[in-house]
C-alpha cells in the first residue's frame, strides 16, 4: 500500500473509538482484548477486520467455512490487520424450516448490528446458501464500511452409477421416475448418497449460484472468487487473498457505497439473465439494490430480458453441464469478457479496479460450456416479466427452463387454497386434471407461505406422470428453487393473502399466458371480479407473537424485494455510531 493510496490512517479507524482512548472504557476493552491472549502488537495501529462466518452443524453447504476461516485470518495478519470471527445466523436452505426465506431479513438485520455495535473497520462475509449471500450483503450495505464476500463456492458434480447429478433438478427428475416406476428404492437410495458428496453449495444454477456469481459481479468478490469449487486448493487461496485484501480496503476507504452504484446493478441483472439465473435472484438483487440507494426494479431485469441471451449452459437451463465445469470452462471472468458489450465496464469493484479491468483477456477453454454470444442456448434472457388481471404488480416465468409448447398457453385453472390441500389431492387418480390445466397455489407468498416458500414447481399429477407428462403451466405467488425447472409463473404479486387478484381465481376459469406479449390473465369480467372481491375475507394473522409477528407487519411484496420495510434505506435517518 502506497502512502498516497491510503486515505486512512490508524488515528481514522472506527475500531480506534474502542481501543485507544485514554480512558476507563478504553481500558476496559483493551484488558478484555489482553484477556483473550492479545497483546497491544496484535492491534494498535490495525485495522480490525470482522469475519462474518455462517458456519453451522446445520449447514451443509459451507462444511468447510468452519476451518476455511483460518485461511482468511492468515490473510489478514499477512497484510497487517487484526481478524475477529463473529458468527452468524447460517440459513440452511437444507434444514430451516417453514423456508430460510422468512430469515434472510432477520441475518440481514444480524449482519449490520454485529457490524454496527463491534470495533470494526472492515468485514469478510462468508456466505454461498441461497440467502446467506443476499443477507449478509444487505446488512453490510446498510453499515457501509469496507466489505468483501467471500463465496462458500459450489460442491463438486454429483454421481451414480457413472452419470453425473446435479443438485435439486436431479432430485425432482428422479423422484417423478420413481413415481413413475421407472427407478427402483434402491437406486432411489443410491442417488440420494451421490448426489451431494463433497461440501460446497449446489452446483446447479441454483440461487446459490446465481447469488455468488451476481455478488462477484456487483464488485463485491475477487475476480472469479464466486466460481471456484469449495473443495478446490484454489478456494482456499481466494480465501486468504480475500484477507489480505480487505485490509487494504479499509485503508482506502472503499465502502460498498462506492462500488454499488445503478451500473454496478445493472451489470449483475445482465449477468443474470446470461447465466440462466435462479428466478430469487430478482428479489435479493431488487432489496439490494434499494438499500444501496438504487432504484431497481422488475422493468430492469425485463429490459435486459430481451436483450441478454443465455450463453452458460449449465442445469436447470442448460442442458448438461455443472458449477464444476463452468470453473473449467473459465468461470464468471470468462463469461463476463464474452458479454463485456452489455456490461458497464467502469464499475469500481473491491479490487480498486473496475470490472473492465478485472476481466479485460479472461478467456474461455470450453465454448459448449460458456457459449460464444452467437451460440446461446437460449436467444433471450433467463428470466421474463408477465403482467395481467391476475398479476397487476407482476410475475416472472423462467422461459429458458420450460417446455417451449407453454409459452403460449390457455387452458382452465384447477386452485389449492394451501400447500397441504395441494399435497393431499394431486396424486389422487380421480383428480380432474389434463395436461392442459393450470395448476394454482395460493397463499403461499411472503405473508401467505408465510415467508413465500419454494413450492412454485407444484409436483405433476401422479395421474400425468403416469402418462408421460413432464410439464404443464403451474402459477403461485410463491417462489421456486433455483434448481428447479419447468412452466411455473411465480411471485405473483399482490399476493393472494393480502387480497390480490390471485384469491379470486376459481377453478375451471380459463387462464391465458402469452409469453412473448408478457402477459397473463384469468379471462374472468370484471363485474364478475367485483362481485368475488366483495365476497372475500381476509383471512386470519398467521402470528400473534415473535419474530414472525414482526415479519407479518413489516415485509413487502415480491415485486419490492420482500425487504423489511423499516429496514429499508429511506425509512429513517441513518442509524449513529454506538456511543462507547
Ligand atoms: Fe445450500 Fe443449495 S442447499 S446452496
Ligand atoms: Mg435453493
Not at 480506534?16 to 483493551?30: E, I, N, S, T, V
Not at 425432482?172 to 437410495?189: F, L, T
Request: proline share 6%.
Amino acid at each position: 500500500m502506497t502512502a498516497a493510496a491510503k486515505k486512512k490512517q490508524p488515528a481514522d479507524l472506527r475500531s480506534a473509538r474502542w481501543f485507544a482512548p485514554d480512558d476507563l472504557r478504553a481500558f476496559g476493552h483493551r484488558s478484555r482484548a489482553m484477556q483473550m491472549g492479545y497483546a497491544p502488537e496484535d492491534w494498535v495501529g490495525k485495522p480490525v477486520i470482522a469475519i462474518l462466518n455462517t458456519w453451522s452443524e446445520a449447514q451443509p453447504c459451507h462444511m468447510h467455512f468452519k476451518s476455511r476461516v483460518d485461511d482468511v485470518k492468515r490473510g489478514i495478519l499477512q497484510a497487517g490487520g487484526f481478524p475477529m470471527e463473529l458468527p452468524a445466523l447460517s440459513l440452511s436452505e437444507s434444514f430451516l424450516k417453514p423456508t430460510t426465506m422468512l430469515y434472510r431479513n432477520l441475518l440481514a438485520m444480524d449482519a449490520e448490528e454485529l457490524l454496527r455495535g463491534h470495533p470494526v473497520d472492515g468485514v469478510v462475509l462468508m456466505g454461498g446458501c441461497d440467502k446467506t449471500t443476499p443477507a449478509l450483503l444487505l446488512g453490510a450495505i446498510s453499515m457501509d464500511i469496507p466489505a468483501i464476500y467471500l463465496p462458500a463456492g459450489p460442491m463438486l458434480r454429483g454421481n451414480w452409477k457413472g452419470k453425473v447429478l446435479g443438485s435439486g433438478s436431479d432430485a425432482w427428475k428422479y423422484w417423478d421416475e420413481r413415481r413413475a416406476g421407472k427407478i427402483s428404492d434402491d437406486d432411489w437410495v443410491d442417488v440420494e448418497a451421490g448426489i451431494a458428496r463433497s461440501y460446497g453449495t449446489c452446483m446447479t444454477m441454483g440461487t446459490a449460484a446465481t447469488m455468488m456469481a451476481m455478488a462477484e459481479t456487483l464488485g463485491m468478490s475477487l475476480p472469479g472468487a464466486s466460481s471456484i469449487p469449495a473443495a478446490d486448493a484454489n478456494h482456499i487461496r481466494m480465501a486468504s487473498e480475500s484477507g489480505r485484501r480487505i485490509v487494504d480496503m479499509v485503508w482506502e476507504d472503499l465502502t460498498p457505497a462506492k462500488i454499488l452504484s445503478r451500473d454496478a446493478f445493472l451489470n449483475a441483472i445482465t449477468v443474470a439473465m446470461a447465466v440462466g439465473c435462479s428466478t430469487n435472484a430478482i428479489i435479493h438483487l431488487i432489496a439490494m439494490g434499494r438499500r444501496a440507494g438504487q432504484d431497481i426494479g422488475l422493468d430492469d431485469f425485463e429490459r435486459a430480458s430481451r436483450k441478454v441471451p443465455v450463453i452458460a449452459n449449465i442445469r436447470p437451463s442448460g442442458d448438461k453441464y455443472l458449477m464444476e465445469d463452468f470453473f473449467y470452462a473459465g468461470g464468471l471472468p470468462g463469461l463476463l469478457n464474452e458479454i463485456h458489450d452489455h456490461l458497464h465496464l467502469d464499475a469500481m469493484t473491491v479490487t480498486g479496479r473496475t470490472l473492465g479491468e478485472n476481466v479485460k483477456g479472461a478467456e474461455i477453454y470450453n465454448t459448449d460450456v460458456i457459449r460464444p454470444v452467437s451460440n446461446p442456448i437460449y436467444k433471450e434472457g433467463a428470466l421474463a416479466v408477465l403482467k395481467g388481471n391476475l398479476a397487476p404488480d407482476g410475475c416472472v416465468i423462467k422461459p429458458s427452463a420450460c417446455a417451449p409448447k407453454f409459452l403460449k398457453h390457455t387452458g382452465p385453472a384447477l386452485v389449492f387454497d394451501d400447500y397441504p390441500s395441494m399435497k393431499a389431492a394431486i396424486d389422487r387418480d380421480d383428480l380432474d386434471v389434463t395436461e392442459d390445466t393450470v395448476l394454482i397455489l395460493r397463499n403461499a407468498g411472503p405473508q401467505g407461505g408465510p415467508g413465500m416458500p419454494e413450492w412454485g414447481m407444484l409436483p405433476i399429477p401422479k395421474k400425468l406422470v403416469q402418462q408421460g407428462v413432464r410439464d404443464m403451466v403451474r402459477l403461485s405467488d410463491s417462489r421456486m428453487s433455483g434448481t428447479s425447472y419447468g412452466a411455473c409463473i411465480l411471485h405473483v404479486s399482490p399476493e393472494s393473502y393480502i387480497g390480490g387478484p390471485l384469491a379470486l381465481v376459481r377453478t375451471g376459469d380459463m387462464i391465458s399466458l402469452d409469453v412473448d406479449k408478457r402477459t397473463i390473465n384469468m379471462n374472468v369480467s370484471d363485474d364478475e371480479l367485483a362481485k368475488r372481491r366483495a365476497a372475500w375475507k381476509k383471512p386470519e394473522p398467521r402470528y400473534e407473537r415473535g419474530y414472525g409477528w414482526m415479519f407479518t407487519r413489516h415485509i413487502k411484496q415480491a415485486n419490492e424485494g420482500c425487504d423489511f420495510d423499516f429496514l429499508e434505506t429511506g425509512f429513517g435517518a441513518p442509524v449513529a455510531e454506538p456511543s462507547i
